[in-house]
């Protein structure tokens, strides 16, 4: 009789010194896994906050050198010193009017074409606070939490969109232009009408045709635009949404713009409340400008202006012809391109960060602002392609 034994191999788990080992080898393993996607976070959102930061740059640049590029635009009228205008003899005289001048019922800002010779505003000037900080109260007086040590600068031009006086999209009270192509007295005795008006048949003035007999139909008009740029120290200004209260609103320095206007039926200046954001995250702003002195369109020199744009002095006085600086002769007519120096920040703070970097922008340098903040530096030239182009021989 056989007997058959089966063998069993010996069995155990694993002693209490393996699984040490084992969950040791195991929380090393975890650990490090940690560390790299921890890491990989913070690189992420590094990532994400320098393209918000490049995005934020690259479009304020884009809006700010589109309306610099049409400063001093102004349909078929142009504005030159010498140019002949009405009869033979009259010439523009450019002025500076307060951008935010709101008495005295002036709503054409230095617009008039009934005067010998007629006066047309400056295209573009600027108020430099890199030096004193303070400005004249001829631009602040409309600036809402402006950013004290910020640059800002007003465009003038005409809207390029034309329409019908009394027409679609025309709104009555709003300050347009109507430039004649007949200004010799025999149908228009002046270049231009600059007006707000609640009556659309003021816009009066003709294209070609030029006769008594046959005067040709009204020329079109354009909504003219006087635009102010400049950094506030929030973008929502109301809402304390930082929970800080040493700053205001939200404390996210902002680029914004302000647009003047006439209200309907209105007929002073005033802000109008479109008060418009154009990037959070833009915390300083810089312009120089460059000077044409030899009345070919090309740039001869660069300069800054000052808190007051009017000075000629150390004193400041102010006079009809503007100047960039205390010791130049040149006027803001002769301004042909602007250099545009924008700082982002992170519009959150960086645990464990502080900025330590400096900023040159032209001749102007912005020191390390010590607190927990990235920034980046960004900078464009950008040329008056209207008051250039008038000036430059083909």
């Known amino acids: 009789m056989k007997f058959l034994f089966r063998s069993h191999k010996s069995q155990h ?45 690259r479009y ?14 102004y349909a078929n009228f142009t504005p030159s010193s010498g140019a002949t205008i009405v009869n033979g003899t009259t010439l523009t005289d450019w002025k500076y009017a307060s951008p935010c001048d709101v008495s005295g019922g002036n709503p054409l800002q230095g617009w008039n074409g009934t005067t010998t010779p007629v ?27 402006y950013r004290t040590g910020t640059d800002v600068f007003v465009i003038r031009r005409a809207s390029t969109t034309s329409v019908t006086a009394g027409g679609t999209g025309y709104v009555a009270g709003d300050t347009y232009l109507q430039v004649s192509s007949c200004p010799d007295g025999t149908v228009d005795t ?78 002073t200046l005033k802000v109008v409340e479109n008060l418009r954001t154009i990037a959070p995250g833009v915390e300083n702003m810089h312009l120089e400008y460059g000077i044409d002195t030899t009345d070919d369109g090309s740039i001869d020199s660069w300069v800054v202006s000052n808190a007051d744009p009017r000075r000629t002095a150390s004193t400041g006085t102010a006079v009809t012809g503007m100047r960039l600086d205390a010791s130049t002769e040149n006027q803001w007519e002769d301004v042909m391109a602007v250099k545009l120096f924008l700082v982002t920040r992170d519009l959150k703070p960086t645990t464990g960060w502080t900025d330590t970097k400096s900023f040159t922008m032209g001749s102007k340098t912005v020191a390390a602002a010590g607190d927990a903040y990235r920034r980046r530096f960004s900078s464009s030239f950008i040329k008056l392609v209207n008051m250039a182009g008038r000036r430059e021989s083909p």
Request: hydrophobic letters at 40%; glycine letters at 8%; aromatic letters at 6%.
């Open 60 to 73: 304020s640049l884009d809006v700010l050198a589109e309306d610099i590029r049409l400063a001093g635009y």
């Open 13 to 57: 788990g694993f002693s209490l010194i393996e699984l040490l080992v084992a969950m040791g080898i195991s929380m090393v393993l975890l650990a490090a896994l940690a560390s790299v996607f921890t890491q990989s976070i913070t690189t992420r959102e590094k990532i994400d906050r320098e393209g918000q930061k490049i995005e934020t740059a």
């Open 190 to 267: 002046q270049p231009f009408h600059a007006m707000a008006t609640t009556t659309a048949t003021d816009f009066n003035m003709h294209v070609l045709g030029c006769t008594a007999a046959t005067p040709g139909t009204n020329a079109v008009v354009r909504k003219l635009l006087t635009r102010i740029y400049f950094i506030s120290n929030c973008d929502d200004c109301v809402n304390d949404l930082d929970y800080d209260s040493t700053t205001t609103g939200d404390g996210v320095p902002t680029l914004k713009m302000v647009e003047l206007a006439i209200p309907s039926g209105g007929s």
């Open 119 to 145: 006066q047309v505003p400056f295209p573009i000037f600027g108020y430099e606070a890199h030096d004193t900080g303070t400005l004249t109260t001829d631009v602040t007086d409309c600036l809402s939490n």
